[in-house]
């Protein structure tokens, strides 16, 4: 049986961040993830957290000026040194959220062996900083339609640099959303690569709406990881329709105590 984790950057919109909390405990979550806490103190995130009865599974580290457009800095040479000070950013918040999993953005960049080795050595440097700390570095293909020449973009090219570099704490994010928009054929992908999934993710395609209906079969997807032996959190990264809350319905087959409000 799956079980879910609320994305409180796409999920209850409703309500301020640090209320998302809450509003996700109350409709039935126990499990949430995010990608950027940074605007608030770790120890009022935490708090949050512990009053809602939550666990964190996932965020992202720091990814540059976001607001100016940046998604992540991993693969640009000049900006080594802003990867290696955004990980001593986020370390405080790994603690005090109990995250075991961040997610290293590699940004908008040419495909070429410059920028290669330079993302190769920014998973490298955080991928030991994360052991020191329990943590896995998750490496996320995001496809081209949504994020227009982003570096990371091929599932199997993700795959054969977690393998190059042999480093158990480095995983693959695997977004199923992404996943069939940039390959298709998903189910033989992840039959084929779940020794390495660390973190899998869902939206419908193509709207990246609730993950109930269009052209994925998300219930045979979800008997399919269990199968498998997937062993980990399934989280909810897509734009509900409407209301958080009124789009909740598809959860109750997998026992999900959702509150689903009208």
Same mark, same amino acid.
């Given at each position: 049986?799956?079980?879910?984790?609320?994305?409180?950057?796409?999920?209850?919109?409703?309500?301020?961040?640090?209320?998302?909390?809450?509003?996700?405990?109350?409709?039935?979550?126990?499990?949430?993830?995010?990608?950027?806490?940074?605007?608030?103190? +770790? #120890?009022?995130? !935490? @708090?949050?957290?512990?009053?809602?009865? *939550?666990?964190? %599974?996932?965020?992202?580290?720091?990814? =540059?000026?976001?607001?100016?457009?940046?998604?992540?800095?991993?693969?640009?040479?000049?900006?080594?040194?802003?990867?290696?000070?955004?990980?001593?950013?986020?370390?405080?918040?790994?603690?005090?959220?109990?995250?075991?999993?961040?997610?290293?953005?590699?940004?908008?960049?040419?495909?070429?062996?410059?920028?290669?080795?330079?993302?190769?050595?920014?998973?490298?440097?955080? +991928? #030991?900083?994360? !052991? @020191?700390?329990?943590?896995?570095?998750? *490496?996320?293909? %995001?496809?081209?339609?949504?994020?227009? =020449?982003?570096?990371?973009?091929?599932?199997?090219?993700?795959?054969?640099?977690?393998?190059?570099?042999?480093?158990?704490?480095?995983?693959?994010?695997?977004?199923?959303?992404?996943?069939?928009?940039?390959?298709?054929?998903?189910?033989?992908?992840?039959?084929?690569?779940?020794?390495?999934?660390?973190?899998?993710?869902?939206?419908?395609?193509?709207?990246?709406?609730?993950?109930? #209906?269009?052209?994925?079969?998300?219930?045979?997807?979800?008997?399919?990881?269990?199968?498998?032996?997937?062993?980990?959190?399934?989280?909810?990264?897509?734009?509900?329709?409407?209301?958080?809350?009124?789009?909740?319905?598809?959860?109750?087959?997998?026992?999900?105590?959702?509150?689903?409000?009208?």
């Amino acid at each position: 049986m799956p079980r879910f984790a609320a994305n409180l950057t796409m999920m209850f919109n409703e309500h301020a961040f640090l209320d998302r909390f809450d509003a996700a405990a109350t409709a039935g979550f126990d499990q949430v993830e995010f990608l950027f806490p940074y605007d608030h103190p +770790a #120890g009022l995130v !935490a @708090e949050r957290i512990r009053r809602a009865g *939550l666990s964190v %599974v996932l965020m992202n580290l720091p990814a =540059g000026r976001w607001e100016a457009g940046e998604r992540g800095i991993a693969a640009l040479p000049s900006r080594a040194d802003e990867v290696r000070d955004a990980f001593e950013r986020a370390t405080p918040y790994i603690r005090a959220l109990n995250v075991p999993r961040v997610h290293l953005m590699a940004g908008i960049a040419p495909n070429d062996d410059e920028h290669e080795r330079a993302y190769r050595d920014a998973v490298t440097w955080c +991928a #030991g900083r994360a !052991a @020191e700390l329990g943590v896995d570095i998750m *490496l996320e293909p %995001v496809n081209r339609r949504d994020m227009p =020449g982003y570096f990371m973009s091929d599932v199997d090219a993700a795959v054969h640099l977690i393998e190059e570099l042999g480093l158990p704490n480095v995983r693959l994010q695997l977004d199923i959303y992404h996943a069939q928009i940039i390959h298709g054929d998903v189910t033989t992908r992840i039959r084929r690569l779940i020794e390495y999934l660390g973190h899998v993710q869902i939206a419908s395609v193509p709207s990246r709406h609730e993950p109930d #209906g269009e052209e994925l079969n998300y219930p045979f997807l979800f008997d399919e990881l269990d199968r498998l032996g997937y062993e980990g959190c399934i989280g909810c990264e897509y734009r509900p329709r409407g209301r958080t809350e009124e789009g909740l319905g598809w959860l109750a087959a997998y026992g999900h105590r959702a509150k689903v409000t009208s």
